[in-house]
């Protein structure tokens, strides 16, 4: 006899196949053995004129949609139909809206054919959006087989906010049951894996989003964070990803297992494929003052003014490095991005580079660094290359956790081409002069 946990997740799942059968034209048959790496398939499986679309970055779709150069029902399309290839391959959805998308999409045209102008700044940008935030009349189980049929009775304010700013919802994402881990699984709907390499976890717990902006599904999605759910995938997938100070973005309306526990500050926050879809994130919501709404929150709104950049008045602009906790060593190809990175910050007149040197950071890691709160952007680096980062001949494990983390890299070609992503972090709500473009942080 099935577990009654079993019936439960094919009920959740025939429903995600519903919704996915509901995108059109259908998807053409997708190959029976795929390889591990499967970011090149979208362009084999999908129209031209979808690629282009979805591989946009955010401010260029805007900038085509807010024109009128291209539709928000023909953009729609071809971001639902990438975002059902990627379930296909990699594990990422929920479940896809395509009725309201696309109801929504032609109300947006319309508007813009008789106004003249946008609804907002976002017009009809597709958001894609991690399960566990609520949208009024659809189940929101945070991965849980006894949440399945929870349903919320109304939007989150944060989806209020973006929805008014003129966007559109298509597709939500999964994440692990509780939230609080570092993979995406669960038992309600599986494994998420990494579309560049499907042994390979997308991170976690917004690992749904991770792995559906990593194919291009999605340009710009909502995880949320803790200890790194957003971070982690954004690293592990090729993004950006930003985790904002706490209480600077809503969370109401959002399911967690331990709700109104406030010793470890959670918040919402945007994984995006460029910089520029992350501060469009940040202004847009905090634009709309949700402080007024939900008073938990700190009243500031985005300080464009705020850069790194711009606020160095006459000093050096000091930024530390650290190359190790000194509880694991990271991986050779790690260290080689950190070393690039170094070299470049050295090169410039006006920035003085430290090294940081880590407290009892296996404590810290497990009490203290959560606790202090830091904002924190996580940026694309570099790509893992099979032909040069290999492990130093005279490297000793530093303890059990070193040599483990050791022996996950080898062999080192299982690795090739996977992401690297480095993390930027600043003073708690000094939020603006993490999220920057210099020259010198740039990928390239």
Known sequence: MEPDWRKTASKVQDYRVQSLQKVHPPLPEIPIDLPKGITHLPQQLLSQREMVITDSSPECLLSYLIAGKWSSDEVTRAYLRRAALAQELVNCITELLPEQALSRARELDLFIKENKRPMGPLHGLPISVKEHIHMKGLTCNAGFIAWADEVATDDALILKILWKAGCIFYARTTEPQSLMHLETSSNLYGTTVNPFNRDMTSGGSSGGEGALLGLRGSCLGIGSDIGGSIRSPAANNGLYGFRPTARRLPMGGSSFSRNGGSYIAATDGPL??????????????????????????????????????????????????????????????????????????????????????????????????????????????????????????????????????????????????????????GRPFEDEKVCVKPKYLDED
């Open 272 to 425: 995006s494929t460029s910089l520029e879809g992350i501060e469009l994130f940040m202004e847009t919501v905090l634009a709309a003052k949700p402080w007024f709404t939900d008073t938990a929150l700190v009243a500031m709104p985005w300080r464009k003014t705020e850069k790194l950049d711009d606020h160095l008045y006459g000093k050096k602009l000091k930024i530390a490095i650290m190359w190790s906790d000194n509880v694991v060593t990271p991986h050779p190809s790690v260290t080689r991005a950190l070393t690039a990175m170094s070299s470049q910050l050295k090169s410039i007149s006006n920035v003085e580079v430290v090294e940081w040197k880590p407290y009892e950071h296996r404590l810290a890691w497990e009490i203290i660094w959560n606790l202090l709160d830091y904002p924190a952007l996580i940026f694309p680096a570099t790509k893992v290359d099979a032909a040069v980062d290999h492990w130093p001949k005279d490297y000793k494990p530093m303890n059990e956790q070193d040599e483990y983390n050791h022996d996950l890299y080898n062999p080192v070609d299982d690795f090739d081409g996977m992401p690297i992503g480095l993390q930027l972090v």
